[in-house]
T-cell receptor, first 117, second 113 residues
Framework: GAVVSQHPSWVICKSGTSVKIECRSL??????MFWYRQFPKQSLMLMAT?????????EQGVEKDKFLINHASLTLSTLTVTSAHPEDSSFYIC?????????????FGAGTRLSVL | GQQLNQSPQSMFIQEGEDVSMNCTSS?????WLWYKQDPGEGPVLLIA?????ELTSNGRLTAQFGITRKDSFLNISASIPSDVGIYFC?????????????FGKGTLLTVNP
């Protein structure tokens, strides 16, 4: 079964509003979670690395004031798309890095389809 | 930065045929991962490889970690319609405080019944 839960799976919002996406690790504590964006027929593009208890690390070209990340607990990271515009419409996917013997593996959520009208 | 070349970009095969796809890199990795993504879903881990030369199977899937640590392949035997999807390789370099996962561009697999 799924080890990473992402919610919502689909959201439609008006331009100018903010949208929050949640990512939860279900059966392990994740000190590190990741947020990706995926355009149609393309690979995953890392947006930021979310570290529990500290500030997220953003990839070059990703606006941190636009994409707010909070990793307040070892099982929850949130991505808030602030003042969303149509160009923010995309498929957003989170992942969590599993500790222990398989610590290098990232498990992914099911993704969130964001449509900004 | 690190680049992964994944090939082929797409494949159209008949049910029952075997499939092979591979990834090569300009840099070494210490872990190779293979994921499958269905439309509208997140990637699902298929196989993880941790050591150079390692050959690992998961049902009809077999993957190998290249000896040079710069390449990996995934084979699917006796394909079935539900194998349809996008397959991504991902190379991971981790050491100390460094941790970076690099994805290939994906191989779109279509299986004709």
């Amino acid at each position: 079964g799924a080890v990473v839960s992402q919610h919502p799976s689909w959201v439609i919002c008006k331009s100018g509003t903010s949208v929050k996406i949640e990512c939860r690790s279900l059966d392990f504590q994740a000190t590190t979670m990741f947020w990706y964006r995926q355009f149609p027929k393309q690979s995953l593009m890392l947006m930021a690395t979310s570290n529990e208890g500290s500030k997220a690390t953003y990839e070059q070209g990703v606006e941190k004031d636009k994409f707010l990340i909070n990793h307040a607990s070892l099982t929850l990271s949130t991505l808030t798309v602030t003042s969303a515009h149509p160009e923010d419409s995309s498929f957003y996917i989170c992942s969590a890095r599993r500790p222990g013997p398989a610590k290098n593996i990232q498990y992914f959520g099911a993704g969130t389809r964001l449509s900004v009208l | 930065g690190q680049q992964l070349n994944q090939s082929p970009q797409s494949m159209f095969i008949q049910e029952g045929e075997d499939v092979s796809m591979n990834c090569t890199s300009s840099s070494i990795f210490n872990t190779w991962l293979w994921y499958k993504q269905d439309p509208g879903e997140g990637p699902v881990l298929l196989i993880a490889l941790y050591k150079a030369g390692e050959l690992t199977s998961n049902g009809r899937l077999t993957a190998q970690f290249g000896i040079t640590r710069k390449d990996s392949f995934l084979n699917i035997s006796a394909s079935i319609p539900s194998d349809v999807g996008i397959y991504f390789c991902a190379g991971l370099y981790s050491g100390g405080s460094n941790y970076k996962l690099t994805f290939g561009k994906g191989t779109l697999l279509t299986v004709n019944p």
